[in-house]
């Protein structure tokens, strides 16, 4: 490569640089909103989380857990329809979710929750993690769930 050709390159490669670096500096000012949802849309005094978080086009839903009678397919779906329900409220659908952490209260159960769970967030599910909780899902619950989409 001639010096000349050389130079033009690599002066049209700073010049690029320079502008993607201007949209990145730009980008970077306009940091999205975060927006915490409220049942209610009314904050309690002194909460201890969040329920609902959007931040951007992002929503964090908080782990749900169903707190009745029931075996783990019961549970499962309940605690399933409250997560579609908050998904809704935010902007979203269980086709649009990303992440999706299971936390169950006996591994045993492993199996009846995936029947339940199967097929809830559409054709393409999202990547999810399980784990069986030393202990137990707290408020006696036989699973809790927590997802992360975008709207």
């Known amino acids: 490569m001639k010096k000349t050709n ?12 320079a502008v993607a670096g201007a949209a990145g500096t730009a980008a970077a000012q ?9 049942r209610g849309e009314r904050k309690p005094d002194n909460p201890l989380f969040s329920p ?15 707190h009745q009678e029931g075996d783990i397919k019961k549970h499962t ?4 329809n409250n997560i579609e329900k908050e998904l809704e409220r935010a902007g979203s659908s ?18 009846a929750m995936n029947e339940v769970f199967r ?3 559409g054709d393409n599910p999202p990547v999810r993690t399980t784990v069986a ?6 408020g006696d619950s036989l699973v809790e769930i927590d997802v992360i989409a975008y709207k």
């Open 6 to 17: 050389r130079r033009r390159f690599l002066a049209k490669g700073a010049a690029v640089a």
């Open 30 to 38: 306009s940091k999205p909103e975060r927006k915490v949802l409220w």
């Open 52 to 66: 609902l978080v959007t931040y951007g086009n992002l929503v964090f839903v908080a782990g749900k857990g169903y």
């Open 77 to 80: 779906d309940e605690v399933l």
């Open 94 to 111: 269980m086709n649009q979710c990303l992440k999706c952490n299971v936390y169950l209260h006996d591994l045993n159960d492993y199996r």
């Open 119 to 121: 097929g809830r967030f």
């Open 133 to 138: 909780t030393y202990g137990g899902v707290p």
